[in-house]
């Protein structure tokens, strides 16, 4: 299993015209190409962050023309629109293999009773002024919150970050899987869904995506979970002269660290839990590295790796 960080798709200084993510996601699907011609059997997840974000600006500001679409739509929108980028480009990589390459419409449960349901905390879409956020809030049945102390521009629309219960999809997945396809799947943390009444909804919340992978590995029986972000390794006193870089933990010694919060929230921190999770939960291994040392970490050559105590 493979979570793809936000730059395999959009890098920090681009705009994200659809030459720019395509040129990313080709370079992304060499190195999962590279690993899927080493005999394994891949599901991919990927985030969406600053996608989903310009599709809420283009939601908005065409509002007055036709209906705006509700947050987990966007979610399914972003699935189509990365996972046909990586499908169409993995086949390019793939085809000569006689590899299969397929994007699953994900949906991930979870529960209206998760604590976030009460006290939203994750941000989504463009900042505002107070006075738009908060009218925008009352036209939409939004919660907006103060993101930052200062600015002209310091209010956002804040959404509940609920835990992953379960992938509606993962049986498919899994057989996909099986049959030698590469799947990507659970795209941006998955569609949230809760139950009620024997059915499922969509609700407008945003599940992380590495705890969403962890689950989807999980599901899968994946022996492997490979987080492909940024940087090469885990870092210990991050932000300091005395950064070091974690090679080798046991579950519990991550753990350790983690309570110690070397790993920053919203970045480090949720990739540290999501992969001693599913090394805690019965995973071989987790490994956190950057996309271009993807093959080298699963060889033992660089990486952080977490395994079983
Ligand atoms: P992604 O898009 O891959 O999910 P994130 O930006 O969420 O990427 O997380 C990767 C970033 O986490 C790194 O670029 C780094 O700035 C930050 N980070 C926070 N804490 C640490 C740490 N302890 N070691 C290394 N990187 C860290
Ligand atoms: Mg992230």
Redesign the pocket.
């Known amino acids: 299993m493979i979570a793809l960080?936000?730059?395999a798709i959009k890098q920090p200084h681009e705009k994200g015209t659809y030459e720019e993510q395509m040129a990313n996601v080709e370079t992304a699907s060499t190195q999962i190409a590279k690993i899927a011609r080493n005999g394994y059997e891949i599901a991919i997840t990927h985030?969406n962050g600053p996608q989903v974000g310009n599709l809420a600006i283009q939601q908005e500001q065409g509002a007055h023309m036709v209906p705006a679409q509700p947050l987990f739509i966007l979610g399914s929108m972003t699935q189509g629109q990365i996972g046909f980028m990586m499908q169409q480009s993995l086949q390019n990589e793939l085809i000569k293999d006689g590899k299969d390459v397929a994007t699953v419409v994900t949906q991930v449960i979870v529960s209206t009773d998760d604590p976030d349901f009460q006290d939203p905390t994750k941000p989504v879409g463009p900042y505002y002024d107070e006075e738009t956020a908060k009218r925008l809030g009352a036209e939409n049945n939004w919660i907006v919150k103060q993101v930052k102390p200062t600015g002209e521009k310091n209010w956002r629309r804040v959404v509940p970050s609920p835990k992953p219960l379960g992938i509606a999809e993962a049986k498919a997945i899994k057989r996909l899987v099986e049959s030698g396809t590469v799947v990507i799947a659970s795209g941006g943390g998955g569609i949230p869904v809760y139950k009620n009444g024997g059915k499922r909804h969509g609700v407008d919340a945003v599940i992380d995506?590495?705890r969403a992978g962890a689950k989807l590995a999980e599901e899968l029986g994946a022996n492997i979970f490979l987080i492909l972000?940024?940087?090469e390794?885990?870092?210990?006193n991050?932000g300091t002269d005395n950064e070091d870089p974690v090679k080798k933990v046991t579950v519990d010694q991550a753990k350790q660290y983690l309570s110690e919060g070397?790993?920053?929230a919203?970045?480090?921190g949720p990739?540290m839990e999501a992969a001693l999770g599913f090394v805690e939960r019965g995973g071989d291994h987790a490994i956190i590295t950057s996309l271009d040392k993807a093959a080298d970490a699963l060889a033992g050559k660089t990486g952080t790796h977490i395994v079983p105590n």
């Open positions: 960080g936000g730059n985030g995506k590495d972000t940024d940087v390794y885990a870092l210990l991050f070397h790993f920053k919203g970045s480090m990739k």
